[in-house]
């Protein structure tokens, strides 16, 4: 079964920078898009940046401009460079892959995920 591994989490400081990586087990055909969400303690998963095999990127508004996504969908791999890290960034983020046509598929269509990687920022 494949598995996405997510790697590149960990503790930083306010403003800092951190770079999350995920990587696919073994090969994922026909993956259109693949995505990073977070979910912090208490608060629903949310979508943070999504990327299609097209280039087509999708932000947060809350990282737009902070956040930027990008991998080869080939590979099954995908980065999210953080940068101007906050403390409301502090979240498990986790990787996800869809095989939908749609661009920007909704939550239910990713359908594989990774375990997640642990993020704390501190001020």
């Known amino acids: 079964q494949v598995q996405l591994v997510e790697s590149g989490g960990g503790l930083v400081q306010a403003g800092g920078s951190l770079k999350l990586s995920c990587v696919a087990s073994?090969?994922?055909?026909?993956?259109?898009?693949m995505a990073w969400y977070r979910q912090a303690p208490g608060k629903q998963r949310e979508l943070v940046a999504s990327?299609?095999?097209?280039?087509?990127?999708n932000y947060a508004t809350s990282v737009r401009g902070r956040f930027t996504i990008s991998g080869v969908l080939t590979k099954g791999t995908v980065y999210l460079q953080m940068n101007s890290l906050k403390p409301e960034d502090t979240a498990n983020y986790y990787c996800?892959?869809?095989?939908?046509?749609?661009?920007?598929?909704?939550?239910?269509?990713?359908?594989?995920w990774g375990q997640g990687t642990q993020v704390t920022v501190f001020s």
């Open positions: 996800a892959a869809s095989r939908d046509i749609a661009v920007f598929p909704t939550e239910s269509e990713y359908v594989y």
């Open positions: 990327v299609a095999a097209g280039g087509s990127t």
């Open positions: 073994e090969n994922i055909f026909g993956v259109n898009v």
